[in-house]
């Protein structure tokens, strides 16, 4: 009977890894035109915006951490293309682009990079830190990995309330590491939590390669042991996030759990304004911008479809500059909060 009992288990047990199975990463979309054309100014306006951001920390107006998001814009604009109306989204600290992509005006977000009272979280938050719920964005962290448990907590909102919404909760292949991140992978997985892990794997965490600093380099095997599946993604191909967050979303509002998607993906600046990347050669960063670049990928598409010209095309980085400088105006000049807001939105 031992034996019998034996048997029997190891037969669930190759059932259920089955189960495990989850949907393979599809092939990148086949975008139309207008798609192409929306991809395009998305991501050129998270680029132009955090290339002012940085000229503004490097002028003095930004002070504390700020953390740039380039070289990886197709991630969330690709990502933000499956939603539906009341998908919320949570991300750490490098989280502008974030914030842009969920339609939060650039006027807001920058001037609370300034600290001023008309940002986001009133001048209060800074740039790790701020929110809108307008618009279902839950934040950028400061704390490595806390956002995890959070985003978590939404999806558990959601299959309370008995809506079809999704939780996207992105964060790092640093933070992929923390413990809080795999007490949420079981209790996502035990409840069947309508969330996606989205693992922005940028290569180099704080300044240390994923390869010195993770025994398993492959996030998308992360969840396994919770009976969460995974797919890897071209984080740098916004038709391949888009086609793989349409899987992932399907999944999730179908009732099957949680999904983690890892995002192969790049970022051209240091992991923050005061990192000089010495860790990496210029070399290979350079590679990745004239090999692998979201932005140019889209742009030489567009070109080679005669879907746009080059004078088109100068014409919406033209469009989008304006707005950046008029975010960048708006937040050097707006008023800095008043001392009574040191006693607003606190827990007594």
Known sequence: MAVAAKTASASKSKADSKTLQGPAAPKPANF?????????????????????AG??????????????????EAVVTGMKMALIDGDQMITAYRDHGHMLAMDMEPRG???ELTGRRGGYSRGKGGSMHMFSKEKNFYG?????????????????????????????????????????????????????????????????????????????????HRGASFR?????????????????????????????????????TYRYRGHSMSDPAKYRSKDEVQKMRSEHDPIEQVKARLIEKKWASEDALKAIDKEVRDIVADAAEFAQTDPEPDASELWTDIVH
Request: glycine content about 12%; proline content about 2%; aromatic content about 10%.
């Open 55 to 72: 000229q503004l920390y490097g002028m003095g107006f930004i002070g504390g951490f700020c953390h740039l998001y380039i070289g990886q």
């Open 109 to 111: 977000v920058m001037a």
């Open 32 to 52: 139309t035109k207008d798609q192409d054309l929306a991809a395009y100014r998305g991501m050129l306006l998270i680029r132009r915006f955090e290339e002012k």
């Open 228 to 264: 969460i599946p995974g797919m890897q993604v071209d984080g740098m191909d916004v038709r391949a996030v888009k086609s793989a967050a349409e899987v992932a979303v399907e999944w999730c509002r179908s009732g099957k759990g949680p999904i983690i998607m890892e995002m192969q």
């Open 140 to 220: 950028g962290h400061g704390i490595v990995g806390a956002q995890v448990s959070l985003g978590t907590g939404l999806a558990f909102a959601n299959r309370y309330r008995g809506n079809k919404n999704v939780s996207l909760t992105y964060f790092g292949d640093g933070a992929a590491n923390q413990g809080q991140v795999y007490e949420s992978f079981n209790m996502a997985s035990l409840w069947k939590l309508p969330v996606i892990y989205v693992i922005e794997n940028n290569r180099y965490a704080m300044g240390t390669s994923v390869t010195r600093s993770s025994a398993e380099t492959d996030f998308s």
